[in-house]
């Protein structure tokens, strides 16, 4: 199997409470998880999730805090299986096939379980009644996962592939050592103004995106995971495409370090003047100029801070 040259990755981010949920009193409703292999970071996993925060969905911090933890499990697992060099394919299908119903699987497995001791009362559980899409006359049938409504975005990096999976809004970026960005997942049209897919919807594995790129691509130098309250703090989606060059270009004058420092705090000056929703932004770096100090397995989380 063809494996990517030479190259020491690290991930690091930060999530942010939104300026209006300081204002309004409310939590930050975004979670982040990440981990890390020895050596050259191999396999990497990015895992971050945004609570819908509505209304109805009055867990949602909670529902994102699980998400992370099963979008990390399904990576993990995912990136222990072998495939010999000329079964790339195979992988993808695997991929394509499991990783998604995996994903809603274990998130409304890790809900079910959290509901047994943390019932609802009488007046949230009249709040959790939907109608079922092409199904115009029948009664609305009860959907506890509505509460914990939560998006997912995940990227594993491995020796030999990198892959994307992104259920509802959120972005991804894939930034190449020319500036060049990319986004690895085609648009979802269903992802207007505040409208988004869902880990709490009925057949939620569905509307999962996934991709994967194999070593004989071009390999990114840095990859971009935010949710939407990044993107949305920016005039447009040219000016939001310009982030991933900045950040490589302060990664090559200042070092990681020196993101990993600031990048707080400038989430917060993002939020305060731009969308005022929580914002959260995951990083992974490919150089071999800012090898990390030697870790095993890291896992960190920031959520809900």
Not at 77 to 106: C, G, H, I, M, T
Not at 237 to 252: C, N, Q, T, W, Y
Not at 269 to 287: A, F, H, K, R, Y
Request: charged share 25%; hydrophobic share 35%.
């Amino acid at each position: 199997m063809k494996t990517e040259p030479d190259s020491a990755w690290r991930a690091f981010g930060k999530s942010v409470r939104g300026a209006s949920h300081i204002r309004d009193n409310r939590p930050n409703q975004d979670a982040i998880l990440w981990s890390s292999g020895e050596s050259d970071g191999l396999p990497l996993v990015m895992a971050l999730s945004d609570g819908h925060g509505s209304q109805r969905s009055f867990r949602s911090e909670t529902g994102a805090a699980f998400a992370v933890d099963a979008i990390s499990t399904c990576l993990t697992d995912f990136a222990r299986q072998l495939f010999p060099s000329s079964q790339f394919k195979a992988l993808e299908q695997d991929a394509r096939k499991n990783l998604p119903r995996e994903l809603e699987y274990r998130w409304k497995r890790t809900v079910l379980d959290h509901l047994t001791t943390n019932q609802f009362s009488n007046e949230e559980i009249e709040t959790l009644y939907v109608y079922q899409e092409k199904n115009e006359g029948e009664p609305p049938i009860l959907n506890p996962f509505l509460a914990y409504g939560a998006t997912a975005l995940g990227v594993l990096v491995t020796q030999s592939y990198r892959l994307y999976l992104q259920l509802g809004d959120g972005d991804m970026l894939n930034v190449y050592s020319d500036g060049k960005t990319e986004r690895p997942l085609p648009d979802d049209p269903r992802l207007i103004g505040n409208a988004t897919t869902s880990l709490c919807a009925r057949k939620a594995a569905q509307d999962v995106r996934l991709s994967i790129q194999f070593g004989d691509r071009q390999i990114p130098e840095l990859i971009l995971v935010s949710t939407d309250g990044y993107a949305n703090s920016f005039k447009n989606d040219e000016e939001f495409l310009r982030v991933g060059p900045d950040i490589l270009d302060i990664i090559r004058t200042d070092g990681l370090d020196y993101i990993e420092r600031h990048l707080g705090d400038w989430l917060e000056e993002t939020t305060q003047v731009g969308s005022g929703d929580d914002i959260t932004l995951g990083i992974l770096s490919n150089s071999v100029v800012n090898l990390p100090e030697v870790e095993t397995l890291k896992t960190t989380q920031l959520s809900t801070e």
